[in-house]
């Protein structure tokens, strides 16, 4: 009774890319690409752009603040530029500090939502938006041309209100440079509790961050919902170090409190980029295996603006702007037809086999999972 | 009498109406009365003596740090007369603007493994310390943000002791030893206790300091209530919420009772001359203070100075460790290429200082009219007191979310939406977190005013509005100069209802400009961090040498 689904990236040959992300439910973890903030969220809350003239439709999008305004790249605003050249078509940025959760709020307390679609949806985010809301917030977005495109494995909406649109992999970094240039990382989640690795892996919390959540579930995987918790005492026997977010786990990665961290596994393309030591940026799949975690979009229910909408999403969708969000979010891309340069499938790593678990798997028992972790966890 | 009613109409819309949203789920669900909720924190072994047992632990160990840390300092700078004295103690007051994530990167870059800390002890032969990730971590960085607020509140009682009382109790044969013990000593205790039992409030509600420099091994309260805000789970927040704010209130309550039995009779107004830090003759006792005052010197370059060290050598700092002044260009090339929806380092700078004065404005006169209240006597003052005080008391993260769903979202009145946000709100939300500030600096000094003062002016002919503002406001002064640099430097620094109230890209602060620049390059953030720290500096020595020429010294 494996409680799993095995995501293969099909043929996807070129992988490339980059990891992506999204800002988890308190907006911090980040982005790869660059992370975007700190623990209690940042980001602020939506601005207008554009003049849109009289009869130029506008198109709300609603996304977390690092999709449009990372200090490194972003893919917001050359999406904004590209869209707005081709259709006559302003597109308004929307970056609620809150994320998914403030329209979830604004649902259920009978305000009205002026977004027209949400750009960077997580499986996590529609669980919550399922639980809470009778009527959900999301139309089906079936007639969009480019969605038998997108890989298989990454639908993570079985009523298929959600396109996915890229997708990351969580793995270890790490930095061979430590222990005098010796330091290798385990092969197994079993070999992280050995003693030469005590204190020696950074994490984050699976209740406020996305890559801390995916790590946690892969140890579910691993371990199974009955052995989960076993794993993680032996672990914090260990002196595994659980941060809050991304952010200030890779941090201290850098300031190298550490030589592991929870991370992505397009970690190098960044840091060939920026002319870093590649030494210090190894990937490692316990196991053989990667957490998939792909970002979605979708269609507010209330929406005036639906054809415009589709648009956006067949834009999205389209061969060379995946490439485009692939190379800017730092994410591979959701689709097989994505066109990338050669240079990211040097650095971009998938891993052998990817595991995730399913929407029905997740809103049965995800809860139940972290919570029980928390409490063990916690002040001990 | 008008000045209440605003202050209670401010209070109501911005605080207490918005809380009241959060802390109702604890009491409703599903429209029907409950008690579960809090039945089920207060019954579980978990969040009894986990949770709440360790953020009352760290508190206290806090608190106890943080005095420690402060009190030198405070006699220093009472007793003490060197070049650069007012200007240091006008920065005091930085940690209060100093972005907990800030503060988290130079701890990290001061206190880690290949820290500057690790460096020193290293070059003279020291073994290293693992700090991070640890209590011991969190307590200093508490104490980074509290011990100068100990210092500023006993520095204030310090310098207004008379010096005539001691040379009573000196010419009456008191030994300095027992002068200090029976003058000075008790009208520095009031002062001691609210730094401690600030610090004590402040760091049981403590939460990304603890996050970032701890770990979820070391998680409190506050860690879990937002843990339980992001997945919608507002029962279980709110209780827990209730339970905490009902502590710190209880403290507030405690403490205030405390602070009005001491409270004193009319002061003179000589201070004790200050010695010079370069004694004329070294003498054994003169060298051994020295020595003392050296090392503690060394304790708060490694505590204060260390961080923002790091944090300025961090935004100089390129990828392979060499200087450059990258990052700067980074913020000069987005306030000159940067698109509308994303951060600009300028309009950031100019929305802080515009939020910062309207917040004086708005702050300064409810802090004032609540310490005209709360020094009058009448039944249930302490009680009144601790309410309104309790914008110390109640968890950010619960302010934040009642502002999103009581003013954001709006509430619907007479079939229409009522909303607030836009720059208004952001100034009435800052001011409320700041007006306690005030009314702490001032009630002391307006309870201490020689009550026949007032009754003269009121004898004469005067209203009792004219009596305050032409006899007690000016004897107070330096306590409203203080207060307004509080309300000022919470303004600055503010950020979780900055981010929910502002409307676009008009409202956005330099604290948020920092957390959007934040990235796996550091870089970028801790420029505008830099910009952060020279901004507010200025502005910090500005205001108190400006209020310096009408107060001199006193206040918090």
């Known amino acids: 009774m494996k409680r799993r689904t095995f995501l293969r990236t099909v043929g996807a040959g070129g992988v490339a890319g980059v990891a992506g992300c999204v800002g988890g439910g308190g907006g911090d973890d980040g982005s790869t690409a660059e992370p975007t903030t700190g623990g209690d969220g940042d980001s602020t809350d939506g601005t207008a752009t554009g003049t849109a003239g009289p009869g130029t439709p506008e198109l709300v999008v609603s996304t977390y603040g690092a999709f449009v305004d990372a200090p490194s790249t972003s893919p917001g605003p050359w999406l904004k530029e590209t869209f707005e050249s081709e259709f006559d078509a302003t597109i308004t940025f929307a970056t609620p500090d809150s994320e998914i959760n403030y329209y979830i709020e604004r649902a259920l307390q009978g305000a009205d939502i002026d977004a027209d679609v949400y750009v960077g949806l997580n499986v996590d985010m529609l669980i919550r938006i399922d639980e809470r ?77 996305s890559t801390g959540k995916s790590f946690l579930l892969h140890t579910i995987d691993a371990k199974g919902p009955d052995g989960y918790l076993d794993y993680w005492e032996e672990l914090q026997a260990n002196d595994v170090r659980v941060l809050s977010d991304w952010s200030t786990s890779y941090t201290a990665y850098e300031n190298e409190e550490a030589p592991m961290v929870v991370s992505y596994s397009t970690d190098q393309v960044y840091a060939s980029q920026s002319g870093e030591d590649l030494a210090k940026h190894q990937i490692r799949f ?6 998939a975690y792909p970002e979605g979009m979708s269609i507010f229910e209330g929406t005036d603006e639906p054809e415009l909408a589709r648009d956006f999403f067949e834009f999205m969708l389209r061969p060379d702007v995946q490439g485009e969000i692939a190379q800017r979010n ?27 678990f399913t929407y029905d798997e997740l809103r049965d028992n995800v809860s139940e999972w972290t919570q029980a972790w928390e409490r063990q966890f916690a002040s001990k | 009498m008008l000045g209440a009613a605003a202050t209670a109409l401010v209070l109501v819309v911005v605080f207490y109406y918005p809380v009241a949203t959060v802390f109702v789920d604890a009491v409703f669900v599903d429209g029907r009365p409950t008690v579960e909720p809090l039945v089920s924190v207060l019954t579980s072994r978990f969040y009894l003596v986990d949770i709440f047992g360790f953020t009352a632990y760290q508190a206290l160990l806090s608190t106890v740090a943080s005095v420690a840390l402060g009190l030198p300092g405070a006699w220093i700078l009472s007793r003490f007369e060197f070049r650069g004295r007012e200007t240091l103690r006008s920065l005091t007051i930085l940690p ?21 800390l690790n460096g020193v002890l290293g070059a003279l032969g020291l073994p290293p310390v693992e700090l991070l990730f640890t209590l011991e971590a969190i307590v ?10 100990v210092a500023r509140v006993t520095t204030a009682a310090w310098e207004s002791v008379d010096a005539s009382a001691i040379e009573t109790a000196r010419s009456l044969g008191a030994s300095p030893t027992w002068a200090f013990r029976d003058v000075v000593l008790p009208q520095l205790l009031p002062a001691v206790a609210v730094g401690a039992t600030l610090t004590f409030v402040f760091t049981f509600a403590s939460f990304p300091i603890v996050l970032a420099l701890g770990g979820f091994q070391l998680a409190t309260v506050e860690v879990f209530i937002y843990s339980r805000i992001q997945n919608l789970a507002y029962a279980e927040a709110a209780a827990l919420a209730v339970v905490e704010t009902a502590i710190s209130l209880g403290l507030t309550y405690w403490y205030l009772r405390y602070e009005g039995s001491k409270r004193g009779s009319g002061q003179g107004a000589r201070p004790q001359p200050r010695k010079s830090l370069w004694p004329g003759s070294w003498s054994a006792k003169a060298t051994a203070t020295r020595l003392a005052i050296a090392g503690y010197g060394l304790v708060v370059l490694a505590v204060f100075v260390g961080p923002i060290a790091s944090m300025v050598l961090t935004s100089l700092t390129g990828p392979q460790g060499g200087l450059t002044l990258d990052h700067y260009l980074f913020l000069l090339e987005r306030q000159q290429t940067g698109a509308s929806y994303q951060v600009r380092p300028l309009p950031a700078i100019a929305n802080s200082l515009r939020f910062g004065v309207g917040t004086l404005l708005v702050a300064v006169p409810m802090g004032v009219v609540m310490a005209v209240l709360t020094t009058r006597n009448f039944r249930g003052r302490a009680a009144i007191d601790a309410l309104a005080m309790a914008p110390f008391a109640v968890s950010g993260i619960v302010v934040g979310l009642g502002l999103l769903r009581g003013l954001v979202f709006g509430a619907e009145a007479f079939g229409t939406r009522i909303q607030v946000t836009g720059a208004i709100a952001v100034v009435a939300a800052h001011a409320v977190g700041a007006y306690p500030f005030v009314t702490r600096n001032v009630a002391p000094l307006l309870g201490n005013l020689d009550p026949r003062l007032v009754e003269s002016a009121r004898s004469l002919g005067a209203t009792r509005v004219r009596a305050l503002v032409d006899i007690e406001l000016p004897l107070v002064a330096a306590g409203v100069v203080a207060g307004a640099a509080f309300a000022f430097a919470i303004s600055i620094g503010e950020f979780d209802s900055t981010v929910v109230l502002a409307e676009g890209s008009t409202s956005y602060t330099m604290p948020v400009a920092v957390e959007r620049y934040l990235g796996r390059r550091l870089g970028p953030a801790t420029a505008m961090g830099c910009v952060l720290l020279a901004v507010t500096s200025l502005s910090f020595v500005i205001i108190e ?11 918090f």
Request: hydrophobic letters at 40%; zero cysteines.
């Open chain 1, 133 to 209: 809301l009778d009527d959900g917030l999301f139309t089906a977005v079936d007639d969009v041309s480019g969605r038998g495109d997108v890989k298989d494995g990454l639908n993570f909406d079985p009523e298929g209100r959600i396109v996915p649109y890229d997708t990351s992999y969580i793995s270890l970094v790490y930095n061979e440079t430590f222990d005098g240039g010796d330091f290798v990382a385990p092969e197994t989640f079993d070999g992280l509790l050995e003693s030469d690795y005590a204190g020696d892996l950074l994490a984050q919390n699976p209740a406020g961050s």
């Open chain 1, 286 to 291: 316990l196991n053989d295996q990667g957490y």
């Open chain 1, 330 to 356: 730092v994410a591979f891309p959701a689709t097989t037809t994505a066109e990338l340069p050669e240079e990211f499938a040097e650095y971009a790593q998938a891993p052998p086999e990817a595991v995730t």
């Open chain 2, 96 to 116: 209060f603007v100093m972005p907990s994530i800030m503060v988290a990167i130079g701890f990290v870059a001061t206190f880690g493994r290949n820290g500057t």
């Open chain 2, 140 to 149: 200093i960085a508490h104490a980074f943000y509290n011990a100068p607020l």
């Open chain 2, 545 to 555: 040498r400006f209020g310096g020429r009408y107060g001199g010294r006193g206040g």
